[in-house]
Every structure is written in C-alpha cells, then in structure tokens.
C-alpha cells in the first residue's frame, strides 16, 4: 500500500511540469488510488475488529468471575473452570483462534492500531503456551491472592444482588466455590507430592484466613457473623427495605444462604485448614526459600522473568540494574538528608524516618480515618493539575477504602480493585490499616499516586473507557506496564509539583528504592539462593520500612517469582521513551500527547510500547 501511495506521489510531482490537464488527470488518479487503499485498510481493519469481538466474548464466557467483575450478569450462579483439562480447553481454543487469525486477515492491509491488536493477540497466545508449560509450579493456595480469601472479597465486593434471582445465583455460586475449593485442593496436593509447596508462613497465612472466613454465625453458635453472612444478610435485607421481595422469600433466601454454609462451603473450607495444618510437618525448609529450589525452578524462574518484564533480560542482568539503580537513589536521599539539616549516617536517618512519632498515625480508628482522610486530600489536589499533564481523563470515580478485615495484614502492600466501565462501581484504592506503626505519613503521599490518580486508577480506567479499539484490548494486562506506569506516576507527582514537604519527597525516593531493591532481593532469593533473613537484611540496610513491612514484602516475593521485578524494569523503559521522544521531536515534544500515547491504547508488552511510541514520534515529525 505505502509503495503504490509513494509511486503514485511521485509521478503527480512530475507531472507538474506538464500543461495544467494532464498535472489535473494524474492527481486525480492519485487520490483515487489513495482513497482505494485507505478503503481496503478501513474494511479489513473493521473486518478483524469484528472478529476480535466475536472472539473475545467467546473468551469471556469461559470466565464467569471475570464478567461479574465487570459488572455483567452472564452465568451470574456459575464460576470458573479451573482444573488442568479445562486449561488445555482453553488454550486449545485460542491455537484454534491463531490459526483463524493468521489465515484469514491480510496483515499489511490494517492501519497501526489494528496491527497492534493482532500482535497483542499472538502474543498472549504465545505467552499462555509458555504459562501452560509450567502448571505445577504455582502455589495453589498461598496467603497473597489464594481463593481461600478471594472467592469472599469477589461475593461481597462484585457479586451485586439486585433481584431475588440474583440471591439465589448467590446461593448456587457459594456451593460453586466449595466445589471449586475441593478441585483445587487436589491440585495442592498433587504438587505437594511432587516437592513442590509454598514455605511455611504461607501455610500459616491460608490458614489463618480460611479460618477467619468461617469464624462466626451461621458456622459456630455466636453473637458476630462471618463475612458471607453478614454481607447475604445485607444483601437480603435490602433487597426486602427495597420492596423487590417480601419478608417471606428474603427469609426463604438466607434459609438458603445458611444450608450452603454450613453444608458443602464449610466441609470444603474444613478440608482444606485440615490438610494444611497436617502437610505442615512435610514441610523441609520451616523458613522462606525461592522457586529455584524446587523441582523445574529454575527454568520457571526465567519464565517468570521474561513474563513479569515482557524483556529477555537474564537475571544476572536484573541484579546488575538494581544494584546500580540503589546506588544512584542513595545517591539522592543523601542530598534530602542534608537539605533537612539531619547530623548522623544514613542508617539513623532511616531509623529517625521509620521510628519517629510524628511520622505515624494514632494506631486506632481516628488514625486509620486520618490515613484514607489525607490520602483523599492529596489526590484531590493532584487531579486539578491533571488537565496539564493529560488530554486523556478517566471517567470512573476513585474511592480509598480500608481493606475488609478478613483479609487484612500488618504491614502488607496497598493496592488498587478497579471500577466498572459505566461508572456503576467506583475505583478502590485499598490500604492494609490494621497496624497503623506499618503505615507512615511519609510514605503515604507518593503510594497515592501510584494506586490512585495518575497512577493505575488512571492507566486501568482510561484503558477500559477506550473507544475506537477491540473490547479485549481496554482489559489487557501486562505487569511491566501497568506497574512500570505506576512507578512513573511516583515521579510524574514530583514533575507536577508535589512532594512538597522533604520528608514526603524522600518517602517517594524511599518507594522508589523500595522497587530498585526488588530487582535485587528479587533475583537474589529466586536465582541465586538468598534466604528469607538475608533478603530481609539488605531490604532493611537499603529501604527505611520497619521490619514487620520489610518481611511482609519479602514473603510477598517467594511467592509471586519474578513479579516485583516489573514496576523498576518498567519504569526505566517509558522514561527512556520519553527522553528519546524528547530528543527527536524538540520543541515539538507534548508531554501531554505522550502520555495520551502511553495509555491511550491500553497495556501492552514493552515492546510494542516502544513501537506505538515511535509511530507517535513519527506522526509529530510530519504534522
């Protein structure tokens, strides 16, 4: 197509020293060629548009969880399938789809976006080919994201009950999630007998949140309710208050809700504290270790790696990036440390920051309110700046939540859930508040950010309010760059002038370090053998965090291999994005349409980032 628009211009230009007919004949011959092929593009570009829609509803309705969280109602009493035959299903599905793909689109006659689509779609085919190669590595249950604790947060937070159908869908999805509890229950234990089990405090973590979920009515005669059925009651009461039932069926409802209970969820939840509590004893290391311990590791590890990142870096290459990323933020706390006028080493300046009381909240409600109220406050003044740095807005609200108690850890990371597409459910950026002596103010300012505006509430909301591109693309995840982005967003705070106060701006140096260091303990424990105590160790002589938060992210790193890597590798990838747009464009370099480029096609791998990247460059060079 380009060859025969440029041929075409060619001839026009020398046309024009022929008499004023003819210059006119062969620009119109020009245009007509050029109007055809921009016709051929636009017609095989929404022809696969179509198709991605098509395929990617098929995908969706293999994922009842998914939808729901979506906010959609399609099979709302069923969840996933989750055995290994039903993972083989799947991928063969979309070999099946890669095979259609390939045969029947002509990939020269898309335009750029549809390009990128089509790379986005081999790309997660290749790297599910790869996941699948690697089934029994994971941890089944673990204490960071197990369903043992999800399936709860997913039927309070998501699952809406609007209408008396929809509690009885409730009902049949709690008897869903014991079943799917027993399946993956047998996987653990597979994978146990292979050698293949999560260290101890994971152990002790399942536990003690499967035991927090059927603690209270209606599994034990008490006065407090257990999470599901203070939230059924609820959900039944309202409906009732609502006049969409009467009292009769909300009572026949949670006589409903309280048979699934006790019955098949309980003996499900009871199975699976009594294996662990038993397999604990086969347990060989009491403490942390890495995947590169067990059977198949070390080429699980690397799969993890070029997953987490989307890059080839080796691991020895990721040490070498974090150690060298460590010295150079030192280098810039140390220049804070002195601009604060503070006399002694680094070290009792990370005491003074980590320990001093005026750096903390009451540890009470008062000052778990204080912690949302002034994480608000500074989100509220940052988004009227946005309009600056932006041509791209998100539409969804953001809200900052306290994590639900059952699922709630001292010193545990804060995270971001986000909101529906139709602005139904808001944004959440949750916080773990149960020990307030794990949450300091200054730190706070820059976690914000990154959690909230222009952090992933920003990149993920405008990413599903897209238009314009396939559906499969506004939900797409790839870590390196949505974590990459909220990192950047740290920084882009300082860039939009906050951080006013030192100490703020060195806790975002101090989170900063926090994710350099993770390129370092990271691969340490994985790749080259650390222990628990010595990651832990280098955390505490790098990072002024107190040790219950240091321990807590260590033990977050054994059991999601590779993951803590992709927020450093990121994050170095758009700014040198940003600096090669800089340098190529000049004074015509936007920071505004280089953000909007950034996520204005949703995630996608580094690589093809740095490729819609440099069209952008090129389309500022020729306007």
């Known amino acids: 197509m380009y060859k025969s628009i440029i041929a075409m211009s060619v001839v026009a230009v020398l046309a024009g020293c022929q008499a004023n007919k003819a210059g006119t004949q062969v620009n119109s011959a020009t245009t007509t060629v050029q109007t055809e092929s921009q016709s051929a593009v636009e017609k095989e570009t929404q022809r696969l548009n179509a198709w991605f829609a098509e395929k990617y509803e098929q995908e969706l309705q293999m994922s009842p969880i998914t939808m729901t969280i979506y906010g959609r109602k399609d099979k709302y009493d069923q969840i996933d399938e989750v055995s290994e035959q039903a993972e083989r299903r799947k991928l063969a599905w979309l070999a099946g789809t890669v095979a259609e793909l390939r045969s029947q689109f002509d990939y020269t006659k898309l335009d750029a976006e549809a390009k990128i689509s089509y790379d986005l779609w081999l790309y997660d085919y290749e790297k599910q080919k790869q996941q699948a190669k690697f089934f029994e590595n994971t941890y089944v249950f673990n204490h960071m994201f197990g369903i043992q604790s999800f399936f709860a947060q997913f039927m309070i937070n998501y699952h809406k009950v609007d209408t008396l159908a929809d509690m009885q869908a409730y009902n049949t999805r709690l008897v869903r999630g014991a079943e799917t509890i027993v399946e993956l229950l047998g996987q653990a234990q597979s994978r146990a007998e292979k050698g293949i089990r999560p260290p101890k405090f994971s152990y002790e973590g399942v536990i003690a949140q499967s035991k927090n979920i059927i603690d209270g009515a209606p599994f034990i005669d008490s006065e407090k309710d257990a999470p599901l059925w203070a939230d059924a009651k609820a959900?039944?009461?309202?409906?009732?208050?609502?006049?969409?039932?009467?009292?009769?069926?909300?009572?026949?409802?949670?006589?409903?809700?309280?048979?699934?209970?006790?019955?098949?969820?309980?003996?499900?939840?009871?199975?699976?504290?009594?294996?662990?509590?038993?397999?604990?004893?086969?347990?060989?290391?009491q403490d942390g270790y890495g995947v590169g311990d067990l059977p198949n590791g070390k080429a699980f590890y690397n799969y993890r790696l070029a997953d987490q990142t989307s890059t080839n870096l080796t691991a020895d290459e990721i040490h070498k990036i974090g150690l060298d990323e460590v010295a150079r933020i030192k280098a810039e706390m140390e220049k804070i440390i002195e601009q604060v006028g503070f006399e002694g080493s680094m070290q009792e300046f990370f005491e003074f920051f980590r320990s001093d009381p005026q750096f903390f909240y009451e540890n009470n409600d008062e000052g778990r309110q204080g912690y949302i109220d002034d994480s608000v406050a500074y989100l509220d003044e940052l988004n009227k700046k946005l309009p600056?740095?932006?041509?791209?807005?998100?539409?969804?609200?953001?809200?900052?939540?306290?994590?639900?108690?059952?699922?709630?850890?001292?010193?545990?990371?804060?995270?971001?859930?986000?909101?529906?597409?139709?602005?139904?459910?808001?944004?959440?950026?949750?916080?773990?508040?149960?020990?307030?002596?794990?949450?300091?103010?200054?730190?706070?300012?820059?976690?914000?950010?990154?959690?909230?505006?222009?952090?992933?509430?920003?990149?993920?909301?405008?990413?599903?309010?897209?238009?314009?591109?396939?559906?499969?693309?506004?939900?797409?995840?790839?870590?390196?760059?949505?974590?990459?982005?909220?990192?950047?967003?740290?920084?882009?705070?300082?860039?939009?002038?906050?951080?006013?106060?030192?100490?703020?701006?060195?806790?975002?140096?101090?989170?900063?370090?926090?994710?350099?260091?993770?390129?370092?303990?990271?691969?340490?424990?994985?790749?080259?053998?650390?222990?628990?105590?010595?990651?832990?160790?280098?955390?505490?002589?790098?990072?002024?965090?107190?040790?219950?938060?240091?321990?807590?992210?260590?033990?977050?790193?054994?059991?999601?291999?590779?993951?803590?890597?992709s927020y450093k590798i990121g994050m170095i990838k758009i700014l040198e994005l940003r600096e090669h747009a800089k340098r190529q464009l000049g004074n015509k370099f936007d920071i505004r349409g280089f953000h909007d480029t950034v996520l204005g096609g949703g995630a996608m791998p580094l690589s093809i980032l740095e490729r819609r990247v440099n069209t952008w460059i090129d389309e500022q060079k020729s306007s």
């Open 235 to 285: 959900k039944v009461q309202k409906l009732i208050d609502d006049k969409k039932i009467s009292q009769a069926e909300g009572d026949a409802l949670l006589a409903q809700t309280k048979a699934a209970l006790r019955g098949a969820f309980k003996s499900s939840y009871t199975s699976l504290i009594d294996w662990f509590e038993q397999d604990m004893a086969n347990l060989k290391q």
């Open 388 to 565: 600056d740095y932006f041509g791209i807005l998100p539409k969804s609200k953001l809200v900052v939540k306290r994590v639900e108690s059952f699922r709630e850890r001292p010193g545990a990371a804060q995270h971001y859930m986000p909101g529906t597409k139709d602005g139904s459910r808001p944004g959440v950026y949750y916080a773990h508040l149960i020990d307030m002596t794990s949450m300091p103010k200054n730190t706070m300012e820059s976690i914000a950010y990154h959690e909230g505006n222009p952090g992933h509430h920003m990149q993920l909301s405008i990413a599903q309010e897209l238009e314009g591109i396939p559906e499969f693309r506004t939900k797409a995840h790839f870590t390196a760059y949505s974590e990459g982005w909220g990192l950047y967003s740290e920084l882009l705070a300082k860039e939009m002038g906050f951080y006013k106060d030192p100490y703020s701006d060195f806790g975002r140096l101090s989170n900063e370090m926090w994710r350099a260091v993770r390129l370092v303990v990271d691969t340490g424990i994985h790749a080259e053998g650390w222990s628990e105590e010595k990651s832990v160790s280098y955390f505490m002589s790098n990072v002024p965090i107190n040790e219950t938060a240091a321990r807590s992210e260590i033990r977050r790193y054994m059991i999601m291999p590779g993951q803590a890597t």
